[in-house]
């Protein structure tokens, strides 16, 4: 089959949307289907509207999206982290247009928080299946019929060295934006607050030199004692290394979703006296979460694409992986924007250690303001 797949994360330099995209192009390929195009995470955003109705109009109106739509069998939505809080209805739109048009459509890898619509728009999807039970008891409650696998990262190809040795001391990922003020300051005061000799190491997932190096963040994981993260991906990695972790809150209740869904004796948290109680906890259940890391690998393979059926197309995992690479290598803008984005992170992030350091030392304001300048 040919396959218009959209969502696609593989434009961000993020450990984890990284390696989604890998898993996916990984998985049509295997199954002999072709990925003869993508619209990269948001790429559609143009068409989101108050409306599903709405929303359809404005997909219609996109020749060219419509000539992509008309020369696949198949369109595949990756949910990722998009559809909560009424997010992501350009996703939807562009799957009830495939039905109208007599293709398949999969929504596929599905947060699902929060989203007013109809039922019966997805039960006429071939295939939706989310990540998380909290989503899946949602949509249940909706009305609308999904599927639980674990999230997609499962299947990326990665690769049993390290891209960094953490020589078994604690690491700490990146978070959220919309979480600065707490979460944040929380990852950071308790980066900080090292006992002498301790070692902390601030490892984030979504950064410039992620892009070459994601295949071996799994493994740098697995080099760590315990991992502090407020990331979704975080999380996966951390499990899928055999390491336990304390978990913080996120943007939606991902992270949450994730530990509930596993049976974790930990909850997420969202300030450093949370972080600090829970360490103990987490390498006390050491066990508990090498379990549950074996249980997510005995999901694999994801059935996610299995209502596709085996394709007739010429090609191979190998195949769809170069394609994935080629078709990244198009989006010259994004990749920098992507940069850009990472750039502004990196500036907040060391403004909010400066504000840790100054709160810490007892600094007034206004050092801190002339320190910042």
């Not at 619509?117 to 039960?123: D, G, K, Q, S």
């Not at 997609?152 to 604690?170: K, M």
């Not at 984030?204 to 991992?227: C, D, K, N, S």
Request: net charge positive; proline share 3%; aromatic share 6%.
């Amino acid at each position: 089959m040919k396959i218009l797949l959209c969502n696609d994360t593989g434009t961000k330099s993020h450990v984890g949307c990284l390696a989604v995209s890998d898993a996916h192009a990984r998985m049509l390929g295997r199954m002999g289907h072709i990925v003869h195009h993508r619209y990269f995470v948001t790429e559609l955003d143009r068409h989101a509207q108050p409306t599903l109705d709405r929303t359809i109009a404005s997909l219609e109106r996109d020749g060219g999206l419509m000539a992509h739509l008309d020369a696949s069998d198949a369109v595949v939505v990756n949910g990722e982290g998009t559809l909560h809080h009424g997010r992501g209805l350009e996703y939807i739109g562009l799957l009830a247009l495939a039905r109208r048009r007599g293709k398949a459509a999969l929504l596929v890898n599905a947060l699902f928080q929060e989203m007013d619509v109809e039922p019966a728009v997805l039960n006429a999807l071939d295939g939706f299946f989310v990540r998380d039970s909290l989503s899946d008891a949602y949509a249940r409650s909706r009305g609308i019929r999904c599927g639980l696998t674990p999230d997609s990262i499962l299947a990326a190809g990665f690769s049993d060295r390290p891209d960094t040795d953490f020589g078994g001391d604690l690491v700490v990922t990146d978070w959220h934006k919309s979480r600065d003020a707490d979460v944040g300051l929380a990852s950071i005061r308790f980066q900080l607050d090292a006992a002498p000799g301790e070692r902390r190491h601030f490892f984030p997932l979504h950064a410039r030199e992620v892009r070459r190096r994601w295949a071996g963040a799994m493994a740098a994981m697995g080099t760590a004692r315990i991992v502090v993260t407020a990331r979704h991906h975080g999380v996966y990695l951390a499990l899928m290394a055999g390491v336990p972790f304390v978990p913080l809150e996120s943007n939606s209740w991902k992270i949450q979703a994730t530990v509930e869904s596993l049976g974790l004796p930990i909850r997420p948290c969202a300030d450093e006296a949370g972080i600090r109680a829970q360490i103990g906890d987490a390498e006390t259940n050491a066990a508990a979460f090498a379990e549950a890391g074996k249980r997510l690998r005995e999901k694999l393979p994801l059935p996610i694409f299995d209502v596709l059926g085996k394709g007739g197309d010429a090609t191979s995992e190998d195949q769809e992986v170069a394609r994935l690479a080629e078709q990244i290598a198009t989006r010259t803008k994004a990749l920098v924007k992507d940069r850009a984005i990472m750039a502004k992170r990196r500036r907040k992030e060391a403004e909010l250690r400066w504000r840790v350091r100054c709160q810490r030392d007892g600094l007034l304001r206004g050092t801190w303001q002339a320190l910042r300048a």
